[in-house]
């Protein structure tokens, strides 16, 4: 557990380094496109996105197929609320995009990653 926690204080620390250096570029390539960030707030969006373990598995789990919140939270067997707060953020940080469709109570949200890679470069 002192391990996971360390690296979780790395990434922590490394996204706090990013935003001081600007010296920064971060490429996140899709299976059709590829887009440059360099903006510091919006590289410290990703790097602070990242640097949560839930937030990755849910990115590698949806890499695999589009999943909606209820899946995700079965899958990774936590709450509702918390995979959709984690999903807001990585949302937020330009990661993945969200649709919504129509399921038997209600309407659903599918996850699906707008990038396949992210390449940073210092």
């Known amino acids: 557990m002192q391990s ?3 690296n979780l204080l790395r990434v922590e620390y490394l996204a706090m380094e ?8 971060v490429i996140l ?8 960030v360099e903006s ?4 410290e969006k990703i790097v602070k996105a990242l640097s949560s373990r839930t937030r990755r598995k849910i990115l590698q789990y949806i890499n695999e197929e589009p999943l909606d919140v209820s899946n995700i939270a079965s899958i990774l067997n936590m709450t509702e609320a918390n995979i959709s707060a984690q999903i807001k953020k990585l949302e937020a940080a ?3 995009n969200c649709t919504y469709s129509s399921g038997d ?3 659903r949200k599918i996850s699906s990653p707008k990038f396949h890679r992210l390449v ?3």
């Open 18 to 25: 990013i935003s001081q250096t600007g010296i920064l570029e």
């Open 94 to 96: 330009g990661l993945i």
């Open 120 to 122: 940073i470069k210092f």
């Open 105 to 107: 109570h209600g309407v």
């Open 40 to 43: 510091d707030d919006q590289i």
């Open 29 to 36: 390539e899709g299976k059709s496109e590829s887009i440059s």
């Open 4 to 6: 996971k926690a360390k």
